[in-house]
């Protein structure tokens, strides 16, 4: 959920998803691919407070793309939760950080079956190592305790139990593992103009275990993402004061923890595959008053710009609010959300290697966050 923009789903009957398996009859059907990746699903983080977050699912083998996901699966549930946060598959399981609505929302992955949720205040980002996952926390109230410094929580994948937490610096957000470390990007995002500018580093390996060895700082503030690319390098992405201090990527190696290189750029998202690291920018002009939207890709090798464009038909013109990209990589699809208003059903989009859409659909409020699911590999004894 982004802070500064963001301040009864009905239940869909199986016979309608059976005749009408795109959710979209006014659109042309998608074609079906074969992929080792048997689905993509979509967390829509809905409105603030309104507890609308919602799921969708695009199916790689028949081409279907069906929203309101989590409830078709669950009928017996109210639904998802508030403000979808975050979204990963660990194993069999896939979690949805709900931040408004405080929990973890645990489902299998397969199916999108409810199996558990964990209770964590304000929650934010998760990642996993070891059998354990790790979520960051606001700690305090859902918005306005600017005393609050932030924490981690470590938490059992078996037994769903929260065995330690770690407190950080304040709003962290995004994780990142890499070579027995975890790292947290500090937002200070309710602390604004004051944001903070850290990376705390917690070991998770050696004794004592899960404590803060290390806090990186940054050129920039408000730091709210941070991922590993396959060289062990973090890029962790500032957003500035959104004002005259604009955004910034920040280069870390993870051997020695050292500032590589920082790219000043306008930037809001990224991910990255392979040897490319495909972003966009949605940043908001002081003197026009209006959003500045770009793309672009870097590579992670020279950790220079290489390119100014993902999409190469002009289907960019129609994208209001980029809100959520995720990569393909398999086959080097792109795929980017879009949020329009913030309040009404956005978009995805689909895009080839190459840039050309290949499709698009309707989806929930905000489509922000993205999982791709592997196919279930059956071994026969």
Same mark, same amino acid.
């Given at each position: 959920?982004?802070i500064k ?11 309608f998803f059976a ?10 059907i998608?074609t079906p691919?074969q ?6 699903y979509?967390l829509c ?5 309104g507890n609308n ?6 199916e ?13 699966k ?8 508030d ?6 598959i660990?194993?069999?399981k896939?979690?949805?950080v709900?931040? !408004?609505?405080n929990l973890?929302e645990?489902m299998?992955?397969q199916?999108?079956?409810h199996?558990?949720t964990v ?5 934010r980002s998760?990642?996993?190592d ?9 700690a305090?109230?859902?918005y306005g305790?600017?005393k609050?410094?932030?924490y ?14 770690v ?11 890499v070579?027995?470390?975890l790292y947290v990007a500090n937002s200070?995002?309710?602390?604004g103009?004051d944001?903070?500018?850290?990376v705390?580093?917690?070991n998770l ?6 404590n803060v ?7 920039n ?8 690319d396959?060289?062990?390098m ?6 500035g ?5 604009l955004?910034?990527? !920040? ?9 590589v ?8 998202n990224?991910d ?6 495909y972003?966009y920018?949605?940043?908001f002009n ?7 939207v ?9 950790q220079?710009q290489i390119a100014?464009?993902?999409i190469t038909d002009g289907?960019?013109a129609q994208?209001?609010a980029?809100y959520?990209?995720?990569v ?5 699809d ?8 913030y309040?009404a059903?956005?978009?995805?989009y ?5 840039g ?13 966050h993205?999982a ?9 004894n």
């Open positions: 959920m982004n923009k963001k301040i009864t789903l009905s239940m869909v009957a199986l016979a005749c009408n398996p795109n959710d979209d009859p006014q659109e042309p998608i691919e992929s080792e990746i048997a689905g993509l979509v983080e809905g409105s603030w407070h977050s919602s799921l969708a699912y695009f790689y083998e028949t081409g279907n793309f069906v929203n309101n996901y989590f409830e078709l669950n009928p017996a549930m109210s639904g998802l939760g403000t979808g946060n975050d979204l990963k660990y194993g069999s896939m979690y949805a709900m931040n !408004t609505s973890v645990i299998d992955a199916t999108a079956q199996i558990a209770e964590v205040p304000n929650c998760i990642a996993f070891g059998g354990f996952a790790y979520v960051s926390s606001f305090g109230a859902v305790n600017t609050q410094k932030g981690v929580a470590k938490i059992d994948t078996v037994n769903y139990q929260t065995v330690k937490t407190e950080v610096d304040y709003q962290p957000e995004e994780l990142a593992v070579g027995g470390k200070g995002g309710y602390n103009p944001y903070s500018n850290t705390s580093v917690i390996i050696g004794l004592p275990d899960f060895i290390k806090t990186i700082t940054l050129p503030i408000n730091i709210t993402k941070i991922r590993a396959k060289n062990g973090l890029w962790a992405m500032a957003n004061n959104y004002d005259d201090l955004p910034s990527l !920040t280069v870390i190696n993870s051997q020695n923890d050292q500032i290189t920082t790219l000043d750029m306008n930037i809001s990224f990255i595959c392979g040897d490319s690291l972003f920018g949605s940043v002081m003197t026009t008053y209006e959003y500045e770009s793309y672009g890709i870097v590579d992670i090798n020279s220079q100014s464009k993902i289907t960019e994208i209001v980029p959520g990209i995720i393909n990589p398999r086959n080097g792109t795929f980017i959300s879009d949020a329009l208003d309040s059903q956005g978009k995805i689909c895009f080839d290697k190459s050309v859409k290949k499709w698009e659909r309707t989806t929930g409020i905000s489509p922000a993205f791709f699911l592997e196919k279930k590999i059956i071994i026969n």
